[in-house]
Structure formats: structure tokens, C-alpha cells
């Protein structure tokens, strides 16, 4: 069981827009901490995708966006590609756990 | 270019141990906390350990508490994460993190697989 709450799978069509959610808690997303979320292809590292719940790393497409608000943040994908079918993982610091906490992840499938 | 690159994984035999390595280049490894982040088969990721850029101050996942020490040589710009009393449900691949000073990492090393099983 993940501290961070995410949808196992989201699909969607190229061309469309989808969204990933991320639900925490008071001691960690709802605490003021930042959201991070990565994108990981099989047999790969993590990638940034999204730093400070919205700031995307150099290199990635302003295809990706991310946002926070209260106890939840979610990534938005518009404009579905084929290269963006992979797993995605929002990540937070948790101050009950003294450590970085993850969402369980959430699988993209473009249709 | 910045790198990190794991070693030490392997087969081992439940309660036994073994030290897993990070060596870290290009850049100033002294400078910064570290992690290590672990993903079983097929699961999702899982943080590990973390520890401070002077080695003072390290935190772990309540799950390894206890079995898992990290460590550090600043000299050598190496990472280090050594684990005792493995169990089966340690088995994954672990990958060190380079913390980019907002609690997130943009840096990865490759990983390396621990499996523990008879």
C-alpha cells in the first residue's frame, strides 16, 4: 500500500488529453511539501518528468503539465503520443516518514 | 556529464547480507544528499534510505530499519548501501539517486538487481 494514492492505469487516444492524479495526506502533500512525477519506460531508470509540481526539466515537452492543490496533484498529458505509453509516479517528502514517499504508479496505454 | 553507477547486486540466500555500491562522477558528490530507491519485479518504486552530503544525518523506510545501514566516502564519491538479514521481500532492483536539493532527483544510476532466495 502506497502512501501516495494513484490510478493504476489511464488509456487514451492520440491526440487526447489525459490525467494522472495523486491524493496524499496532511503529513506529506498536504503539509506544503512539492510533487515530483516520473515517467519510467520497461528495463529503465525513472525519468523527471515534473519538478515543484510544475516545473518541467529542460528537454521535456510542454506536453506534460503538473499542478497541486490541497492534499492532491495531478500530471496532465495532452495531445497523446505513442512514445508516452509508460508508467508514471508522483513522488513527495513525507515528514511522519522522514523520507521521500512515492505513489504506487500509474500505467499509460495510448490506445 | 553526471553519472552513477551501481554494483554489488546478486543472488544471496535469506538472512544473509550484502553492500551494494554507487560511484558517482561529474560532479561534486560532497555536495549532495543521496538516496536509494529500490523496485521489486513488477511493483512500483519504493524509497529506501537517504543520508546527508556530509554522511551526518541518514533516514531509512520502516521496512529495513534495523537491517540497512547507509554510508558514504566523500574521498572516493562512492555510496554505499549495506544489507543484512535480507529477506525475500528485499528482492528488486536498486537504483542511488542524486537529490537535486528540492527533495527530488533528476539524476538515476542504472540499477542494480538483489535477489534473495534459496
Known amino acids: 500500500q502506497s502512501v501516495l494514492t494513484q490510478p493504476p492505469s489511464v488509456s487514451g487516444a492520440p491526440g487526447q488529453r489525459v490525467t494522472i492524479s495523486c491524493t496524499g495526506s496532511?503529513?506529506?502533500?498536504?503539509?506544503?511539501?512539492?510533487v515530483h512525477w516520473y515517467q519510467q519506460l520497461p528495463g529503465t531508470a525513472p525519468k523527471l518528468l515534473i519538478y515543484?509540481?510544475?516545473n518541467r526539466p529542460s528537454g521535456v515537452p510542454d506536453r506534460f503539465s503538473g499542478s497541486k492543490s490541497g492534499t492532491s496533484a495531478s500530471l496532465a498529458v495532452t495531445g497523446l503520443q505513442a512514445e508516452d505509453e509508460a508508467d508514471y509516479y508522483c513522488q513527495s517528502y513525507d515528514s511522519s516518514l522522514s523520507g521521500w514517499v512515492f505513489g504506487g504508479g500509474t500505467k499509460l496505454t495510448v490506445l | 556529464e553526471v553519472q552513477l553507477v551501481e554494483s554489488g547486486g546478486g543472488l544471496v540466500q535469506p538472512g544473509g547480507s550484502l553492500r551494494l555500491s554507487c560511484a558517482a562522477s561529474g560532479f561534486t558528490f560532497s555536495s549532495y544528499w543521496m538516496h536509494w530507491v529500490r523496485q521489486a519485479p513488477g511493483m512500483g518504486l519504493e524509497w529506501v534510505s537517504h543520508i546527508k552530503s556530509d554522511g551526518s544525518s541518514t533516514s531509512y523506510a520502516d521496512v529495513v530499519k534495523g537491517r540497512f545501514t547507509i554510508s558514504r566516502d566523500n574521498a572516493k564519491n562512492t555510496l554505499y548501501l549495506q544489507m543484512n538479514s535480507l529477506r525475500a521481500e528485499d528482492t528488486a532492483v536498486y537504483y542511488c539517486?542524486?537529490?537535486?536539493?528540492?527533495?527530488?532527483?533528476?539524476?538515476w544510476g542504472q540499477g542494480t538487481l538483489v535477489t534473495v532466495s534459496s
Open positions: 496532511s503529513s506529506n502533500i498536504g503539509a506544503g511539501f512539492d
Open positions: 539517486a542524486r537529490d537535486s536539493g528540492g527533495s527530488y532527483s533528476y539524476y
Open positions: 515543484g509540481n510544475s
